[in-house]
């Protein structure tokens, strides 16, 4: 009866009904013709009697232990790849185009991107304080620092005298960032303190603490416009190199996973598509070791407890697949 009531007609998806069933019915179909790891995460009536069928699709990681104590494989299930929007062709009757192969995988890939970018930007909330005082990310930060110190020093500022200062520095760029996200207010050309800077400025017992809070809350609010506008991708840059080792600790739910750094550096050209050099993936290694966001266990790489508890809260949206 149900296997009846759903077919694919013409590149077109027909149903008859809402149940449960049926949803079953379409991911199979679905799976035959994409793929077996497709899934149906969502199947229900909108209120302008269409219904939305939101699919997903899960991928294969290895997540084993690299002290060779288990050997386990999960699926990262990577949801809201594709909404479908089925119109009703006559009382409890629906139908909806497919898309075809090539635009669901590259759907697939653009979430599965996101994904990794959402993680990456969890992960950097997590470690900012740790990893602030390295080099290259004081050096990449250098400009929003200096318009957070020369703020705290004299009110007002002229927009022109801190281009001035700043020379090659984008500072009209780091200026409207900072404005739209109310770390400051422009008046008139010059530069005033905004809410968010106040609200620290207030409450901070030192400049230290001053500059590493607000610092650390432009991170954290304008993660995604200052590295994709600006161009600050130093900002995912450790991120990233921790999680080369976080996200199979937290796909797998163990934050004693153990990974020799080959399977560290494979999960960075799977995952990132970076090919990273052994001598490098050891030098960032190295220094997220000096900050306390990964530790060395011998030959392996091992994580912390506190690092492993805050990428886990921010990464319910990565889910795992039994």
Do not use: C
Not at 62 to 69: E, H
Not at 149 to 176: C, F, M, S
């Amino acid at each position: 009866m149900i296997r009846g009531s759903v077919s694919i007609r013409d590149d077109r998806l027909v149903f008859e009904g809402t149940s449960e069933s049926v949803a079953d019915e379409i991911q199979r179909l679905l799976r035959h013709r994409y793929t077996r790891r497709l899934f149906v995460q969502d199947f229900h009536e909108a209120p302008d009697d269409s219904v939305l069928l939101k699919l997903g699709t899960a991928y294969p990681k290895d997540v084993s232990d690299s002290r060779g104590t288990d050997d386990v494989m999960k699926f990262v299930n990577v949801g809201g790849v594709e909404t479908l929007r089925a119109e009703q062709t006559g009382p409890g009757h629906y139908a909806v185009s497919l898309p075809d192969r090539d635009a669901l995988y590259d759907a697939f890939q653009t979430r599965r991107e996101e994904m990794l970018n959402h993680l990456d930007w969890t992960t950097a909330k997590a470690i900012f304080e740790a990893v602030y005082d390295l080099d290259p990310v004081r050096n990449q930060l250098n400009s929003v620092v200096q318009i957070v110190k020369y703020l705290h020093e004299e009110v007002p500022l002229a927009v022109e005298r801190l281009d001035r200062i700043q020379g090659q520095a984008n500072t009209e760029g780091y200026l409207r960032v900072l404005s739209d996200f109310d770390f400051v207010r422009i008046d008139d050309g010059a530069v005033f303190p905004g809410e968010k800077i106040e609200a620290v400025e207030s409450t901070a017992p030192s400049y230290d603490e001053y500059e590493r809070r607000v610092v650390g809350q432009i991170v954290a609010d304008a993660y995604y416009v200052l590295r994709e506008e600006l161009d600050l991708r130093m900002l995912s840059h450790f991120p990233k190199y921790a999680n080369a080792y976080y996200f199979s600790a937290v796909q797998k739910g163990d934050p004693d996973l153990h990974l020799d750094t080959e399977t560290v550096r494979r999960n960075l050209a799977t995952e990132w598509d970076d090919d990273v050099d052994p001598l490098v993936l050891n030098e960032k290694v190295d220094q997220l070791e000096s900050a306390d966001v990964l530790r060395r266990d011998g030959e392996f790489v091992t994580g912390t407890d506190e690092v492993y508890e805050s990428v886990s809260d921010g990464a319910s949206e990565v889910a795992v697949a039994d």
